[in-house]
């Protein structure tokens, strides 16, 4: 793994090269994204972190869904040499700043811009949204002044040649207040331009650097070592001064046995922190993955109806507005957090909610285009053995051709994958187990189709079993991704419906 950084001078014109950290298992979300979303090159990962290219300026950087944080790469390299002593350890942690200078002011003059860019960016759109609520504000006193002078025209006639007058007068004095105001705001701005782009004298820079150790080097060395070591440093050869509680650049260093990471955080609040989220339930960025890998087209049918307080529904209508949109769920209190979350967001009118149980569905069969799904790992809400009608149900509503998304505990995806027992379906009469057949026939890491799945003696009775099988026997694995919860795992599986049910 060599050094990845760009070119001195190179601004986000030529592109700029960023790192994102993402949750374990959720990096080929992410490596799509970064290319649908910003035409990302360059692309590639390692566990937990995906790197890329890419000219996008911060308003598209802030829009990725999938990524926990974002950060603008300094450089990126081998893991430092773990079996020398300590001394020459804390050697090599000053080296990455000694001994390429050059990508580290790199790196802060692409910052600077983007930083530079975006405030820019931001008074623009304040000032036209100002100037947007002075016209509106202009017409309302226009109006209500014109219908002022018809009722006094009723009143008195003779007094309305004063009245024009006097109003046209006024107008005149207020657009010429206007055209001052605007010349003094773009003054002002140019100032505010001026006084950022002093400030942002390197000389001038406040910083604090932020460790992760792990492997060898963590336990080695603490991450405060580590980072006093580097601290010192950046001082040293930039003159920098360290501040621990208001810095305006805040440097991130992640070293262990695989490589070394050094990047400065865009944003101080995380990427997957949703602001329009008012109580958290599922991960966001698992959330919006899921939604991702449903494909949603417009003028589709979504239904998640096992929606708790509504994540998967919020992603989804936040990326693909134009959906109609059903949560279902059994819990009065889940309900009630999911339409609290969509008041919050503003999605009342996008996402219809019912309270209904996910193995009586109200819908016709074959009604549904989309279900997307947050299967109950069994810590809160116990399913036991019911996971195999809830999956009926599903498969019930959803139409042929249609998606299936679940995040399914390890324990559920087990069950599921098994075919130890039996390759025989569920109904047939010579079955000796709950779940026989059925469970391979769901397999999401099989890639090929569905008579390859199944063991050759089911091939040969499929036609006789055919219309007597468990409705899963429409349901043909697609992809499986193995993701990390904090605490435990989890698969997002997809499967898609290949054939009527007949139910």
Same mark, same amino acid.
Request: net charge neutral; aromatic share 6%; charged share 30%.
């Given at each position: ?190 100032? !505010?331009?001026?006084?950022?782009? !002093? ?230 009469? !010579? ?73």
């Amino acid at each position: 793994m060599s050094e990845v950084r760009g070119e001195p001078g190179s601004g986000t014109e030529a592109g700029a090269r960023f790192f994102c950290t993402a949750g374990r298992g959720l990096e080929p979300f992410l490596m799509r994204e970064v290319r649908a979303r910003l035409a990302a090159t360059e692309v590639e990962y390692i566990s937990g972190k995906v790197f890329f290219t890419t000219c996008s300026d911060l308003n598209m950087l802030k829009k990725l869904k999938s990524a926990e944080r974002l950060f603008l790469l300094i450089k990126k390299q081998f893991p430092l040499i773990s079996s020398v002593s300590k001394g020459k350890l804390l050697n090599e942690m000053q080296r990455l700043i000694n001994e390429d200078p050059g990508s580290w002011l790199n790196a802060i003059s692409i910052w600077k811009n983007l930083l530079e860019l975006d405030a820019k960016k931001e008074k623009l759109s304040q000032r036209d949204d100002n100037q947007l609520k002075r016209k509106v504000g202009e017409n309302e006193i226009i109006i209500a002044k014109k219908l002022k002078i018809e009722q006094m025209q009723k009143i008195e006639e003779n007094r309305d040649c004063q009245l024009e007058k006097q109003i046209e007068e006024e107008t005149l004095e207020q657009r010429d207040f206007t055209t001052k105001s605007e010349n003094f705001q773009e003054e002002e701005f140019r100032n !505010d331009i001026e006084k950022a782009i !002093d400030t942002h004298n390197q000389k001038d820079l406040t910083f604090r650097v932020s460790c992760r150790c792990s492997g060898t080097i963590g336990k080695a060395f603490t991450a405060q070592e580590v980072g006093r070591v580097i601290g010192i440093a950046i001082i040293k050869h930039f003159g920098w001064k360290a501040d621990l509680r208001n810095p305006k650049l805040e440097i991130f260093i992640h070293l262990n046995d695989v490589y070394s990471v050094v990047g400065i955080p865009m944003f101080r609040v995380p990427l997957a922190s949703r602001a329009y989220i008012k109580t958290a339930g599922l991960r966001s960025t698992i959330a919006w993955a899921m939604a991702s890998l449903a494909d949603i087209k417009a003028g589709a049918f979504v239904l998640d109806p096992m929606c708790g307080l509504g994540t998967i529904l919020l992603e989804a209508a936040k990326e693909w507005p134009d959906v109609y949109y059903v949560g279902a769920d059994v819990s009065d209190s889940q309900l009630l957090g999911t339409w609290d979350n969509l008041k919050a967001a503003g999605l009342e009118d996008k996402i219809e909610l019912l309270k209904v149980s996910v193995i009586e569905l109200p819908l016709p069969s074959e009604s549904v285009d989309i279900i997307i799904s947050d299967i109950p790992f069994g810590k809160k809400f116990k399913l036991g053995k019911d996971i195999k009608s809830i999956l009926q149900e599903m498969e019930r509503v959803l139409h042929v051709g249609g998606t299936i998304v679940l995040l399914l505990s390890e324990d559920h995806h087990r069950r599921l994958t098994d075919c130890k027992e039996s390759s025989i379906p569920l109904n047939s009469k !010579d079955s000796h187990t709950d779940e026989p057949g059925i469970k391979k026939c769901l397999s999401p890491e099989e890639k090929t189709g569905a008579s390859k799945i199944v063991s050759t003696s089911f091939e040969a009775r499929n036609h006789e079993f055919l219309d007597r099988m468990s409705p899963f026997g429409s349901l043909v694995p697609v992809e499986c991704y193995k993701v990390s919860l904090g605490k435990t795992d989890a698969f997002i599986c997809k499967y898609e419906k290949s054939h009527s049910s007949g139910l």
